[in-house]
């Protein structure tokens, strides 16, 4: 690189692992086959065989490979979220990003020698608590959330050794990271134990009086005119009728969009930007790096390059990064 900040880029099969490598992409971040990443969707995510062949082309590249072992283990079954964290060590990944305390703590006294990052859905968001994980369980990294504003996550780079991570592109949510539980009042399933926010499992797509009805189970989460581009049916993005106005009562469709602010992120002393999107294509991960890649090295930002296509509800943002977050 010929500046020093890092491109973190998702990938949820091994085609997508290489496709990400070849594109630029100085870390690839993956998760297991099972309940311990958060996008455990049908179809995504790698076996052990599969992240092994992944490791070898990366690593043969000059790419390193993170493991998502990121969401909250349960109570009393606990034993898929130990042996991933087993499996990542044996597997010599470059970090494993974990959120849970006691998980953190299984892996500095089993594996001392594994990396551990602090996953954003620890939702460590001051210098305090970063420093807490660092001397209590050996963190050498912090994914910050995304309600943070430019100027806070300056400050806190200036206030700890640790080295910090921020979401630069992607899904944009109107959580608190790490404590979102809205999809299962109706699914039953937590996104932060089950690893998914609305399981494909329980999406319905309907026609209806020319209209394309999503839903959630058997709940209408919104209502698309023909033409009209139809989003997968999350809760928070969900159009409902409040007040006998109908419109988004959380939050409209949009993607976090931050490349133009690269210049300034480089001078900030934050390490590592961050894609998100394990559950998109080759095509999204292709562009996305190869823009960010060009961004970073050049140490500057065309604004006739834009990711519009391939934002969600073709909405790019600069989320809290900008503005407060209300």
């Known amino acids: 690189m010929s500046n020093s900040i890092e491109i973190v880029c998702p990938a949820g099969t091994l085609p997508g692992l290489k ?9 690839v ?44 283990a349960k109570a009393g079954k606990t034993e898929i979220w130990k042996e991933s964290i087993q499996d990542a060590s044996e597997l010599n990944v470059d970090a494993a990003i974990i959120a849970d305390i006691g998980m953190l703590d299984y892996c500095k006294k089993n594996f001392p020698k594994l990396r551990k990052h602090l996953s954003v859905q620890a939702s460590a968001s001051s210098f305090n608590a970063i420093n807490f994980y660092s001397e209590n369980f050996d963190v050498k990294r912090v994914v910050l959330p995304r309600v943070l504003t430019i100027n806070e996550i300056e400050d806190i780079c200036k ?6 991570e921020i979401f630069a592109f992607g899904g944009l949510c109107v959580m608190a990271e790490g404590k979102c539980s809205l999809s299962s009042y109706i699914t039953g399933e937590s996104p932060n134990t089950k ?28 209502k698309f005119e023909n033409g009209e581009s139809a989003g997968y049916p999350t809760l928070c993005k ?14 409209e ?8 602010m690269i210049p300034r992120l480089i001078k900030s002393g934050v390490k590592a930007l961050k894609i998100e999107g394990r559950q998109r294509g080759q095509a999204y991960v292709s562009k996305v790096v190869s823009e960010f890649r060009k961004a970073i090295d050049q ?13 969600e509800g073709q ?3 600069t989320g809290a990064f900008d503005r407060l977050w209300l």
């Open 195 to 222: 690893g998914v926010c609305s399981p494909a499992s329980h999406v319905r797509y309907e026609n209806y009086d020319d209209k394309l009805i999503s839903k959630l189970d058997q709940f209408t989460i919104n």
């Open 19 to 27: 496709t990400a490598v070849d594109a630029g992409a100085d870390t």
């Open 315 to 317: 909405q790019p943002t």
């Open 238 to 251: 969900g159009r409902f009728k409040a007040n006998n106005t109908i419109g988004y009562l959380f939050d």
């Open 253 to 260: 469709p949009s993607s976090l969009n931050i490349i133009a």
């Open 29 to 72: 971040y993956v998760g297991f086959r099972n309940e311990t990443n958060a996008r455990n969707f049908p179809g995504l995510n790698l076996d052990k065989k599969e992240l092994t062949e992944g490791i070898e082309y990366a690593h043969a590249k000059g790419t390193k490979i993170y493991v998502a072992i990121n969401t909250f």
């Open 159 to 164: 206030k700890t050794s640790v080295e910090t």
């Open 299 to 311: 140490a500057s930002y065309d604004h006739k390059n834009n990711f519009s296509s391939i934002s």
